[in-house]
């Protein structure tokens, strides 16, 4: 069964740096999205992304964070200059253009940690 | 305004025993899809069930159960004869389509099953 694939499993890295964190989504999917689930909390919408461009973001989805579809099979969030808070795990998921019931598929997530 | 409330912050029962997990949310959609999913100690995220705002037939599959009321905005699940594999973080959650299709996330029911 196809799968959402995250690379790295887990990043450390300094505060004030920058990380990408590298998704692989479904091949025949067409919206993208991050997730961000900080430790012990609910998992929380980032971003969403269709046909090349950002169909939507939260409020915490801001000028640090970007998006992008470099090829055909990557989706990376990239996050220029890391603060302690954006320690989380990070979620990208996909979902088909036309789904029954716009199920997105996760994948297992990135354990992103700044010291 | 799309929100998911999950009560139950932390569950314990014994081995063997039922437990529902509770699920109100609130939605202006009126095409909506209500999930749960589990996610276990090794944090990825595991697709449990799922099901649209125009079926409330409740259906079981193996152990799992659901009972989605419309009327109430409720969508609980049950496991049956829980075993301590079951020991996890149960978050509900919706999409509709009006919202994005952006998943709103409850902040996690916490089961422990003991022996």
């Known amino acids: 069964e196809p799968e959402v694939t995250q690379t790295p499993s887990h990043q450390v890295t300094q505060m004030g740096q920058e990380v990408i964190l590298r998704c692989v989504p479904i091949?025949?999917?067409?919206?993208f999205y991050w997730y961000r689930q900080i430790l012990g909390q609910k998992v929380e919408f980032l971003v969403s992304?269709?046909?090349?461009?950002?169909?939507?973001k939260s409020e915490i989805f801001d000028d640090q964070f970007s998006v992008e579809r470099p090829d055909g099979s990557n989706f990376t969030l990239k996050i220029r200059s890391t603060k302690l808070e954006d320690s989380a795990m990070y979620f990208c998921?996909?979902?088909?253009?036309?789904?029954?019931?716009?199920?997105?598929?996760f994948g297992p997530g990135t354990r992103l940690t700044v010291t | 305004a799309q929100k998911v409330t999950q009560a139950q912050t932390e569950i314990s029962v014994v081995e063997k025993e039922d437990v529902t997990l509770d699920c109100v949310y609130e939605?202006?959609?009126?095409?909506?899809?209500l999930f749960w999913y589990k996610q276990p100690p090794s944090g990825e995220l595991v697709f449990l069930i799922r099901?649209?705002?125009?079926?409330?037939q409740n259906e079981i599959s193996g152990r799992y159960s659901w009972n989605f009321q419309k009327s109430a905005s409720s969508f609980n699940f049950t496991i049956t004869a829980s075993q301590v594999v079951d020991s996890a973080v149960y978050f509900c959650?919706?999409?509709?389509?009006?919202?994005?299709?952006?998943?709103?996330f409850g902040t996690g029911t916490s089961l422990t099953v003991i022996p």
């Open positions: 998921a996909s979902r088909p253009l036309a789904g029954p019931s716009y199920e997105q598929y």
């Open positions: 091949s025949n999917h067409l919206y």
């Open positions: 992304f269709y046909n090349n461009e950002i169909s939507e």
């Open positions: 939605t202006r959609d009126t095409t909506y899809y």
């Open positions: 099901r649209n705002s125009f079926d409330e």
């Open positions: 959650a919706l999409t509709g389509q009006n919202t994005g299709n952006q998943f709103y």
